[in-house]
């Protein structure tokens, strides 16, 4: 798709100085200059607008560090004012952080034409940015381009032509006005803002009240009651939290039908993303009401009050931790060998008796001209589908027992298995003759490769052809769906994933589906699945509301409950107890002797399983993957005979194939295990 819009500015002619990436980008005519900081794989950033610069005046402007901002700023990890784009992609995430892929210019009827190439990091969205200079008058013309080649749908719910920073000062602005036989009159006015804000923090009852009863001699001044949403916790937890539309912002256009339905004014402050969105309802307070009376005076009729109180199911203290932990580790992690590609990851701290989210956090490494910085990132837990590997065998061994295609303590042979012309399928070492707890300690892929084959009603030789039946994909996926893989989670959050869901029925598809290695799941799938295995076979709601109180009137203490979170059993587990336990006493193996050993901190009372995958991505912007690396994942509980906490933890990324894995996810999880038992001793 292509959208494209234009607006006219009265700016300058350009040329571009230096090399097609050049750093900085000089755009003047005789009378003025404009500066941009177009870096390849850095953000485009506006320097300067102004009188013309020599080309000395402009090597010093573009060395200076301070008073840069963004060229065209977009809705993502870090959109401190206005943005000029704001989208939401097919998965639901609505980050954006485009960076700058190709600079080209041109010079066409009497004018310079500079166009910049934007990408956006992850997604496949592009921006382009034109600059049309005529060298006859002082006038740029700009406009966008914005286009996407995801597979769905991408919503666009901001999105303006260009965006031109103005410094404060002596400036006008130019407009033309008119009508039939009169057209195009020109007129300059001194660009003001529509609002002056005089003072609007810490306003005593005393001064409102003397501009409020001396509003008719202030001429030009208004009073207004406001609010403000305070964190008390600073950025912790602050992308979940979400935000709220500003005094002046009122009800952003694309949901302004959804909340004018439910009675809100235009000018309303709104709940706009995440927690403040999805409990608006709670939070929104009571405006004050008034009757207006003959002689232009008001008089009250009831009073306003403040929106319910909301508890959430985060332990705030082991919040902090998980999110110090993760930066720490996201960000050391990035100098090691086979980090090229890894720059993020997740973490989740659940209860696995009730689906109740104690602790979640996503953080992200960047670079920004040789310089590492910490990003949040936790949006991504319920919209970053990833390739599991083989923390899911527990749910293909659940597809074995149930099926009869092996039984408590069956044996496999592990050995490289040959299906013609393709290449050999093996475990990470032979392992010989081995049962099914051996298999989950140690991660067999090839008992799991033979268990889908019977599955499948196929017959193995090697070198060979196999031929499977093709419902076996349905009994794998009908298996997973009952732990909440590849189905949504019901978290109350306004956006999940589902995930990708493989739709080839190729034999060898089948056995890569039963090592992680096909579909595709989220954290926060992850999390509801390793919470059915630690309970006994419950698929619980993962939930961040635990309770709601109404207002008091005294604000250091809750009103009355009027909602408490209830534990919802979404299904259980189609398997007999006794399957469910061997896959528990198998997951405890993992801990205790095998690969996982050490993933759960100090305690080694505990369960889970480890996975490594391939993944592919894209590295060169050509909607190809390219390149394959490995994302590494843990899945855990403890204790595991009776467990009060569950972890996920993913790394995406965090290596590339034969070279020594990182071990950030171990680090992760075992650092953070630890922590939750410190702090509920």
Known sequence: MNIKKRVFSLLSSCYVVGCLFAQNILISTPATSLVLSAPEKGELKYIYYGAKLSDRDFQTIGSLDKGKYAAYPVYGLNCPSEVALAVKHNDGNMTLQLEVVKVESSHQDEANLTIISLKDKVYPFYVKMFYKAYQDTDIIEIWSEISHQEKKTVVLNQFASAYLPIRKGDVWLSHLYGAWANEGRLEEVPLEAGMKVIKNKDVSEEEYAYISENIDNLKGFNTKLDWERVYLYGDTFKSILGNVSSN???????????????????DDRVGISYLEYQYE????????????????????????????????????????????????????????????????????????????????????????????????????????????????????????????????????????????????????????????????????????????????????????????????????????????????????????????????????????????????????????????????????????????YKASDNGDKFGSLIYKAETKVMGTLSVEDKYINRVREGFSAVVQNGLGYGYMGYYTNSAGKTGTSQSFIDTDGDNKVDTETITTSFVGYSPSDSPKMSIVVVSPDAGIPDVTQSGVTKRISSQIVNKFFELNQ
């Not at 002046?248 to 949901?255: D, K, R, V, Y």
């Open 281 to 548: 309802n709670y939070l929104k307070g009571t405006k004050a009401k008034y009757r207006l009376l003959s002689d232009n005076s008001y008089e009250l009729v009831s009073e306003g009050k403040r929106g319910s109180d909301i508890v959430l199911t985060i332990d705030i203290n082991l919040q902090k931790h998980l999110e110090e932990i993760l930066s720490n580790e996201v960000y050391n992690a990035k100098g090691e060998a086979g980090t090229t590609y890894y720059n993020r990851s997740f973490a989740v701290i659940a209860d696995p008796n009730t689906g109740e989210i104690l602790a979640m956090g996503g953080k992200q490494v960047l670079d920004k001209d040789g310089s590492k910085y910490i990003v949040d990132y936790t949006p991504g837990i319920a919209t970053l589908p990833v390739t599991p590997g083989s923390v899911v065998k527990g749910a293909s061994m659940m597809v074995g027992y149930k099926y009869g295609a092996i039984d408590i303590g069956s044996h496999q042979y592990d050995e490289c298995l040959k299906i013609k012309d393709t290449p050999l399928k093996c475990s990470w070492r032979t392992m010989g003759d081995i049962d099914d707890i051996y298999a989950l300690a140690f991660s067999s892929n090839v008992y799991q490769y033979k268990i889908a084959i019977t599955v499948g009603k196929g017959k193995y030789e090697y070198d060979k052809g196999l031929s499977l039946d093709e419902e076996a994909f349905k009994k794998y996926r009908d298996m997973y769906a009952e732990f909440g893989l590849g189905k949504k989670t019901g978290i109350d959050l306004p956006v999940e994933s589902l995930g990708y869901m493989g739709t080839s029925k190729l034999p060898g598809h089948l056995l890569d589906f039963s090592i992680g290695q096909y579909d595709t799941y989220t954290p926060i799938q992850l999390s509801q699945y390793i919470n059915t295995i630690a309970n006994g076979g419950k698929r619980l709601k993962p939930y961040l509301l635990k309770e709601v």
């Open 248 to 266: 002046n912002q009122g009800i952003p256009s694309e949901l302004a039908e959804i909340y004018l339905k439910k009675g809100y004014s235009l």
